[in-house]
């Protein structure tokens, strides 16, 4: 089915929030801004974002104790503290992580529900949402997906409300200035895996495939400069911004699936996972759907599947290894995760176990 919706309004550009500082009053006037510990200070962003909410005489407080793939006890301890402020509106600054806690805080600030509630029906709207992402690769400043860490499940587990799209994503390139080699290259890569699932499942559509096929477009001149430590960083944070697009439309499929095991389990960074289990996947598409597979391949500007594949493992600054036993129990787990069903094809267990095997010593 084609349907677009995309309510985010996206502005992009150096210096955007300054510039744009009366949009915050739109949302109220407390607001709680929801962080990890160091970056949304280290890129400048923390800084901009309480000039612009003092310039609007906007009270607020910070929640900064979200750590890599946030657990859903940290989002109900981020849900407690806004609603003893009275928060009117939430602010994520931060990669994927406080951007994903942020929505699961605007959902406990205006709920009285148990941490694991929030995988159920959640009766009352969430609390408004602006985004300012400081990684270019998860695209959750406009999706409505929020990936949490759940121990009981020993796994990561989404929820979405049609309310978690983020009223406003602020992109400005200046504060991905301070990203780390290797948290550049994985989330590189998560936004290079969000563009091509988006191509390669059940819900590809032709609207889907406008942004999937834009990012891949932008992404494959970005690439080799990411693996410099040079890229545009504009380019690559709209390229981002684009493959979120796109699965927000369609979601992800089983590369991601595969990959949650792999953080949980083995504490691999969420893009880098993808990396990892990328060029397996690719080869099992160019068997089972290659005419699926050739638009990707295209969009790209990669001659071969094998190309492409060369180029995604350069984006992997660490090797991780599994042991058979892993190989066996994360194919027995991963074959069971509620996307799988939207793979092209019937996947089977024994093919998501030959997609782990890539990674045996
Ligand atoms: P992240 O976990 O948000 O951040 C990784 C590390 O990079 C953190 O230590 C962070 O520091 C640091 N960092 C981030 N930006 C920085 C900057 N500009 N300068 C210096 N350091 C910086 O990484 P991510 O890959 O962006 O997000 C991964 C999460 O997103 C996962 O939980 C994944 O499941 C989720 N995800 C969500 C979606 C979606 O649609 N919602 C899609 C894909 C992935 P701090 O700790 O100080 O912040
Ligand atoms: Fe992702």
């Avoid at 709680?32 to 309480?50: E, H, M, N, P, Y």
């Avoid at 408004?128 to 587990?157: D, M, R």
Wanted: proline share 5%; with cysteine; aromatic share 8%.
């Amino acid at each position: 089915m084609n349907q677009l919706f995309m309510p985010t309004r996206v502005i992009l550009g150096k210096g955007c929030i300054k510039e744009n500082a009366p949009l915050f009053s739109d949302f109220g006037k407390k607001a709680i801004i929801v962080t990890g510990k160091t970056s949304a200070r280290k890129s400048g962003a923390l800084t901009d974002v309480i000039d612009a909410l003092k310039s609007q005489s906007i009270d607020y407080e910070v929640f900064d104790d979200v750590e890599n793939n946030p657990s859903v006890e940290t989002c109900f301890t981020g849900g407690q503290k806004a609603k003893a402020f009275g928060a009117d509106f939430v602010i994520a600054i931060g990669g994927g992580s406080p951007m994903d806690a942020a929505k699961a805080v605007a959902a406990f600030a205006t709920n009285d529900m148990a941490p694991m509630d929030i995988y159920g029906t959640i009766k009352n709207k969430p609390l408004s949402l602006i985004s300012i992402p400081l990684t270019a690769g998860t695209g959750s400043e406009v999706t409505p997906y929020s990936v949490l860490t759940v121990k009981e499940i020993e796994n990561k587990k989404s929820f979405s409300h049609p309310e978690s799209f983020s009223k406003i994503a602020f992109l400005d390139p200046g504060y991905l200035e301070s990203l780390p080699r290797s948290v550049l290259y994985d989330t590189a890569a998560d936004a290079l895996s969000h563009a091509i699932e988006s191509m390669l499942c059940k819900r590809t559509s032709d609207i889907s495939n406008v942004y999937a096929e834009s990012a891949l477009k932008h992404l494959g001149k970005l690439i080799p400069d990411v693996i410099s430590g040079k890229p545009d960083y504009e380019k690559l944070l709209f390229a981002s911004s684009l493959a979120g697009m796109a699965i927000a439309h369609t979601g992800t499929v089983v590369v991601h699936s595969m990959g949650y095991l792999l953080t949980y389990h083995k504490d691999v960074p969420h893009g880098r996972a993808n990396a990892l289990l990328l060029p397996g996947f690719l080869k099992l598409c160019a068997k089972h759907v290659p005419e699926r597979l050739a638009p990707v391949l295209k969009a790209f500007g990669a001659e071969t599947v094998d190309a492409l594949c060369e180029l995604i493992t350069k984006l992997i600054p660490e090797q991780v290894v599994l042991s058979e036993d892993e190989v066996k129990i994360f194919a027995q787990k991963a074959i069971g995760a509620k996307n799988v069903c939207q793979n092209l094809w019937a996947i089977t267990e024994h093919e998501e176990a030959s997609v782990f095997s890539a990674l045996l010593s």
